[in-house]
């Protein structure tokens, strides 16, 4: 199994980002994927995951409002976005599933 | 939801050294807590799953135990690719997923 995500974004505060990470070597449909983040030289954040198989997600009440989670089968891809960015809101995020993680994606937001 | 406390947060140690971090469960987790290892600019890597499961690949001088709320990690003879930074990890499909909050592991 492996998860390939997106490159590095900087981002002004009050924009978007989002990030992708693409599936392969495993049934996509078959784990749930979860997002996770981690703030420079900070610890692991769990941020929610999605069900690729349905769609259904479950977001941390942190990010309710700014986070959306979706995924496309047909190229077993998800997708992370999270809007009106903030300061601290700079960290690696992570895709991952039970064992595996994505290589992580630097987002910046700088003004 | 479930928190999990690791110890210690610093740990000196020397090569050929036996180390322990330990980490506990708010509540019953059965076995499933995971414990990965880090290091500076990369994704986090799994060592162990379901408390004692050796991932494959990784060296038998990595070993876990425990369940319900206590578990154990340990590094026997560590090694000078073993210095790191290593977590543990509440995990199920459903969840939330909750770490411990990392134990840096020095060179003495």
């Known amino acids: 199994a492996q998860l390939v995500q997106s490159g590095p974004e900087v981002k002004k505060p009050g924009a978007s980002v989002k990030v992708s990470c693409k599936a392969s070597?495993?049934?996509?449909?078959?784990?749930?994927m979860h997002w996770v983040r981690q703030a420079p030289g900070q610890g692991l954040e769990w941020m929610g995951w999605?069900?690729?198989?349905?769609?259904?997600?479950n977001y941390v009440q942190k990010f309710q409002g700014r986070i959306t989670m979706t995924r496309d089968t047909s190229i077993n891809t998800v997708y992370m976005e999270l809007t009106r960015l903030k300061f601290d809101d700079t960290a690696v995020y992570y895709c991952?599933?039970?064992?595996?993680w994505g290589q992580g994606t630097l987002v910046t937001v700088s003004s | 939801d479930i928190q999990m406390t690791q110890s210690p947060s610093t740990l000196s140690a020397s090569v050929g050294d036996s180390v322990t971090i330990t980490c506990r469960a708010s509540?019953?987790?059965?076995?499933?807590l995971a414990w990965f290892q880090q290091k500076p600019g990369k994704a986090p890597k799994l060592l162990i799953y379901?408390?004692?499961s050796l991932e494959s690949g990784v060296p038998s001088r990595f070993s876990g135990s425990g369940s319900g709320t206590e578990f154990t990690l340990t590094i026997s003879s560590l090694q000078p690719d073993d210095f790191a930074t290593y977590f543990c990890?509440?995990?199920?499909?459903?969840?939330?997923?909750?770490f411990g909050q990392g134990t840096k592991v020095e060179i003495k």
């Open positions: 991952a599933r039970v064992g595996y």
């Open positions: 070597g495993y049934s996509f449909t078959g784990y749930y």
């Open positions: 999605i069900n690729p198989k349905t769609g259904v997600t």
């Open positions: 509540q019953s987790i059965g076995n499933w």
């Open positions: 379901e408390a004692s």
């Open positions: 990890q509440h995990y199920n499909t459903y969840s939330p997923w909750t």
